[in-house]
């Protein structure tokens, strides 16, 4: 397959996975979003549940205390209102009249708004004569109207706590067990009544023949009861300063739910049963302040960790490609170069040596010899690289570093490189110290002669045709911690470009001269990784004329 198509390929299948896994992320965030949604709904639930409670047990004890008052007879003077009332009333068919005091402007505007209101005709229906007695004997407050709402347990419970709060108040009786001083009417089975249900005095007693009743008259809130004095009907009550009240109550719930607000309920129904209050007829709205912080969910992390396997999967696919395709060019690369440079030789060897064998050539007979043999090397020094590189590529250790001094391996390799040099017309020169001889370093010598004899070839292949100067220098550089050999030429050097790739395999410096000058271009490749195997390195500077490859060796 060509590249092209690999990468392409490769591509389609990376947009097929990554839109699959887009939209497989999208649905498990939107389950994760309605989790969250749920979650928050939940705390906004329990919040206003807490919330229900708070304001239900601060309301108890003002009704306890309306309650209590609401058999007070009439007082000649006329007392100021407890802090949270408007004031407290008294209506007969006929009039109305103020039990407190009150500034004449609220108690005229009460006037009116119960002037187009007729009160006894919903206190009656809000809590009729035969109605008045709950399930288990106990009349209460507005607690015991039948009400529908979300949670009947918890609003059963808070119902129950009012009423408990309220005969420990005394202001509730027991069924069958009135409240001290209480004596319920005749026929009736209410029995709610206040401590001073009986009281001495001329005035009358009233008789109350409805529980006490929370309701709203146009924007008032108003806590009524019906009673009859000798025969006659009237309605007792007391009209709460409801934005105090509101501001009072939603204090009590400020840290729960800071933007709360509370809702007139004037005629409750059954789709607005939802978080009513158990002593008002008001609706607890939780506002939109609580705000539940996105948390990093199971949800969340897995997916992040299926994403990023994703990707490194297709990173290391990705990768994986291009080194086949780097391998596959190599490859073709290495086959090209080796074919080339096989042909050679090879058709050297076989014209030489048919002239040889039909004897046309006799007194030419050692030249031509001399030349198959230098073909022969120059053979044997490419299948000796391709198998040491061949080698290496496939992880198997080549260079064995064992240690022997500086001296010995001068020795070992100067008569080869000078041969080489020779062969191109060239000169070594090599100059060290016996100081610098006696130094010990940790190499495979014949590692180290193979890559510089690499160097020097390359020297007099590059370098030896246009140097002006022929000579090829090989230099000690000493450091504590190891040795450098420099393998210096004096030729044209190795281009800028050519620096970044040198190293790389089947490349040659100079690609204009790639196609005259012999090698397939393995030579500095295969000496980098020799270099590396034995802790050294090889590196190459251009500074002024000539290329310098340092071969940098470890001190034993």
């Known amino acids: 397959m060509k590249p092209r198509a690999t990468w392409i390929s490769a591509a389609a299948s990376l947009l097929v996975v990554v839109a699959v896994m887009a939209w497989v992320s999208s649905k498990l965030l939107e389950f994760d979003a309605d989790r969250a949604r749920s979650h928050q709904q939940a705390v906004v639930e329990e919040q206003s549940r807490l919330a229900l409670w708070r304001i239900d047990s601060a309301m108890t004890p003002i009704l306890s205390r309306e309650v209590a008052a609401l058999d007070e007879p009439p007082h000649a003077e006329l007392a100021a209102p407890p802090q949270g ?131 709203w008259v146009d924007d008032k809130l108003l806590l009524v009861s019906r009673a009859s004095v000798a025969g006659s009907e009237l309605i007792v009550g007391t009209w709460l300063d409801w934005p105090a009240s509101r501001a009072l109550l939603l204090g009590e719930i400020e840290d729960l739910l800071p933007g709360a607000d509370l809702i007139p309920v004037p005629r409750a129904s059954e789709a607005q049963t939802e978080r009513l209050l158990a002593t008002l007829p008001a609706r607890l709205e939780p506002g939109a302040s609580i705000v539940v912080p996105v948390v990093w969910s199971p949800l969340r992390a897995s997916l992040l960790a299926a994403w990023l396997i994703v990707l490194a999967a297709f990173a290391a696919l990705m990768l994986l490609v291009r080194a086949s395709l780097r391998l596959s060019e190599r490859r073709a690369t290495f086959v090209s170069a080796v074919t080339h440079e096989l042909r050679t030789p090879l058709t050297t060897f076989r014209m030489y040596t048919e002239m040889l064998g039909e004897g046309m050539v006799e007194h030419k007979r050692d030249r031509y010899v001399a030349i198959l043999r230098r073909e022969a090397d120059r053979l044997a020094g490419l299948v000796e690289n391709v198998l040491a590189y061949a080698r290496i590529e496939s992880e198997h250790p080549v260079a064995k570093p064992e240690a022997m001094s500086v001296g010995l391996l001068l020795d070992r390799v100067l008569d080869r490189l000078r041969e080489r040099c020779a062969a191109a017309a060239m000169q070594l020169e090599c100059e060290a110290s016996e100081r610098d001889r006696d130094i010990q370093l940790e190499v495979d010598p014949a590692a180290v002669e193979q890559i510089l004899f690499n160097l020097v070839d390359n020297a007099t292949k590059y370098a030896g045709a246009s140097a002006e100067d022929s000579r090829v220098r090989l230099e000690l550089e000493i450091t504590p911690r190891s040795v450098g050999l420099h393998v210096r030429d004096f030729g044209p050097g190795v281009a800028a470009d050519d620096l970044r790739r040198i190293f790389e395999p089947f490349t040659k410096a100079k690609a204009d001269a790639a196609g005259t000058v012999p090698g397939v271009g393995l030579g500095l490749a295969l000496s980098r990784r020799l270099a590396r195997q034995m802790g050294g390195e090889l590196t190459v500077t251009c500074e002024g004329r000539g290329a310098d490859f340092v071969l940098t060796l470890p001190r034993a």
């Open 85 to 215: 009332v408007v004031m407290r009333f008294e209506l007969t068919r006929e009039e109305l009249s103020a039990l407190t005091r009150v500034d004449a402007g609220a108690l005229a505007q009460l006037e009116r708004s119960l002037k187009s209101d007729d009160l006894f005709v919903r206190v009656e229906a809000a809590a009729p004569r035969e109605g008045l007695a709950s399930q288990n004997g106990q009349a209460t407050p507005y607690a015991l109207k039948s009400q529908s709402v979300r949670n009947e347990d918890e609003w059963t419970q808070r119902k129950a706590s009012v009423e408990d709060n309220l005969i420990a108040c005394g202001t509730l009786g027991q069924a069958g067990q009135p409240a001290p001083g209480a004596q319920p009417a005749s026929g009736s089975t209410f029995e709610f009544w206040p401590d001073s249900a009986t009281h001495a005095g001329p005035e009358p007693r009233r008789e109350f023949t409805t529980v006490i009743e929370p309701m």
